[in-house]
Every structure is written in structure tokens, then in C-alpha cells.
């Protein structure tokens, strides 16, 4: 059983389109994450959803809109996508406040 | 301005040895250290994970230390495996309500090699 899972695993799309990245996880945790991996491989924060409330955003375009349906779903939505969107994005989730987070095994994204 | 530094980008440890991998840290905000390992085209696993009130942790092969004055940490593998070989991350977040904000380092390349 996979515990943090994401669809699709890829996404090929042109610029301009909008596509959605679908996240669930099933370990009960009530925050959860999206993290991009840029061009030079770092993991950044972009998003984090503490049951369903925003906690963290950071300066990412407002291109991106974060969903969560429940606390158990994140989904990111891509409005206008552009060409430096390509990346790998990752979903995360945590219980709390000193424990680990539990990433899935990414999304790569590549706009043409 | 990179806040973790991992500044070997790779480490090459026969197998049975001892594997040691360093972590720097700019940021005294940070309340929490990760690591992780990574294999190509899957996600981040978490390994093993310290606070910062703590100087040393251990789960089985795997000791994290840390060294608050010298902004400094490290991970030891041992013994190390041939499936010990992977990209490993070190992590850091402050804590609170930022909690999960990790910075990341730009991870270093094990190879065990039997």
C-alpha cells in the first residue's frame, strides 16, 4: 500500500495549458506538502496544508492554486503553464511538529 | 544563499566500512534535522532525524549526530551495504508553525561498493 501517492508520474503538455497533479495520502497525517526539485536538483517548499488550512506559502506564482478536498488529498493546479514549470514536483505529508515527512515519488512535469 | 550544505558530492565506502556523511547549516532557527535518501525516479525516504536539543540519535546502522556551536552535522552508516548506495539529503526546518519548511542540502552520491 502506497503511502503518499500522486498522479500522474508524468505530464507532457504545452505552454499555456492548465493541468492539475492529484495527491493522496492514507497514513492519517493531517499536514501535507508540495515540494518542486529544480533544474539543479534542490527540493523547495512551495505549499503546506495543515487539515485543509494554508499554512505555508511561499513565493511561488499564483499560477499555482493548491487544493485540499480533505485532509487527506493536496492537489496542485497549474494555471498558464509556462516553460520554467518543468521540474519534478513532489507531494509530502506529516503528522505534526518533530516527525519526519513522507514524500511520494514525484510528478515530472515537462512543458513544451 | 544556501542555508545546507553538503559539500561532498559524492563518497565512495567498501562495503562493511564505515560510512560518513557532513551536513553545514547557516540558519540557528533551525529546530529539526532530517536525512534522507533517494533513489532515481522515486521520492525522498526518510531515514533517520534529530532536534536540536538532542546531540546524537541512533536507529540501528544509523547514528545522526549534531553539533550545535559548529553548525554541523553528520550521518553515519554502519557497517555500510551495497544497498546503502544512493543520493543522500540532508534536511533541516525550523519549528513551530513553519514545521515541515525543510531546506535542503544538494545531497551527496554513496556508493558501497562489495
Known amino acids: 500500500d502506497t503511502a503518499v501517492s500522486q498522479t500522474p508520474k508524468y505530464l507532457v503538455t504545452q505552454m499555456g495549458n492548465d493541468k492539475s497533479i492529484k495527491c493522496e495520502q492514507n497514513l492519517g497525517h493531517d499536514t501535507m506538502y508540495w515540494y518542486k526539485q529544480d533544474s539543479k536538483k534542490f527540493l523547495k517548499i512551495m505549499f503546506s496544508?495543515?487539515?485543509?488550512?494554508?499554512?505555508i506559502n511561499e513565493t511561488v506564482p499564483n499560477r499555482f492554486s493548491p487544493k485540499s478536498p480533505d485532509k487527506a488529498h493536496l492537489n496542485l493546479h497549474i494555471n498558464s503553464l509556462e516553460l520554467g514549470d518543468s521540474a519534478v514536483y513532489f507531494c509530502?505529508?506529516?503528522?505534526?511538529?518533530?516527525?519526519?515527512?513522507?514524500f511520494g515519488n514525484g510528478t515530472r512535469l515537462t512543458v513544451t | 544563499d544556501q542555508q545546507v550544505k553538503q559539500n561532498s558530492p559524492s563518497l565512495s565506502v567498501q562495503e562493511g566500512r564505515i560510512s560518513i556523511l557532513n551536513c553545514d547549516y547557516t540558519n540557528s532557527m533551525f529546530d529539526y534535522f532530517l536525512w534522507y535518501k533517494k533513489y532515481p525516479a522515486e521520492g525522498p525516504t526518510f531515514l533517520i532525524s534529530?532536534?536540536?536539543?538532542?546531540d546524537k540519535n541512533e536507529d540501528g546502522r544509523f547514528t545522526v549526530f549534531l553539533n550545535k556551536s559548529a553548525k554541523h552535522l553528520s550521518l553515519h552508516i554502519v557497517p555500510s551495504q551495497p544497498g546503502d548506495s544512493a543520493v543522500y539529503f540532508c534536511a533541516a526546518s525550523p519549528g513551530g508553525t513553519s514545521y515541515g519548511k525543510l531546506t535542503f542540502g544538494q545531497g551527496t552520491i554513496l556508493t558501497v561498493h562489495p
Open positions: 534529530i532536534s536540536s536539543i538532542k
Open positions: 496544508y495543515n487539515n485543509k488550512e494554508l499554512i
Open positions: 509530502a505529508s506529516s503528522r505534526g511538529v518533530g516527525s519526519p515527512l513522507h
